[in-house]
Nanobody, 118 residues
Framework: QVHLVESGGSLVQPGGSLRLSCVAS????????IGWFRQAPGKEREGVSC????????TYGDSAKGRFTISRDNVRNTVYLQMNSLKSEDTAVYYC???????????WGQGTQVTVSS
């Protein structure tokens, strides 16, 4: 059974950093791309970053470019999202999912809350 579990969200001050983790089970992580998405209250869900299978190619949404870094550890079945220089507008629930391409995804985790506030 496919499961994705996010963790690492918390309250952080503007300018701070967080690292989110997405632990996968029920499938071989190396064979699949994984995406990070977020949804803020009253807003549509948006793609933040994704990492491909095999070649580890990465893509970032406009809001993440230059501040966030996605990486994967196939041995630990984990995908990470390092977020630096956080802003209040980064406040959202962050989800990981198996990425199908063009920001389409399946098998969503339950999400982890990131709140950026002083």
């Amino acid at each position: 059974q496919v499961h994705l579990v996010e963790s690492g969200g918390s309250l952080v001050q503007p300018g701070g950093s967080l690292r989110l983790s997405c632990v996968a089970s029920g499938f071989t992580l190396a064979y699949y791309g994984i995406g990070w998405f977020r949804q803020a209250p009253g807003k549509e869900r948006e793609g933040v970053s994704c990492i491909g299978s095999y070649d580890d190619s990465t893509t970032y949404g406009d809001s993440a470019k230059g501040r966030f870094t996605i990486s994967r550890d196939n041995v630990r079945n984990t995908v990470y999202l390092q977020m630096n220089s956080l802003k209040s507008e980064d406040t959202a629930v962050y989800y990981c999912a198996r990425h199908l391409g063009n920001w389409a995804a399946e098998y969503w985790g339950q999400g982890t809350q990131v709140t950026v506030s002083s």
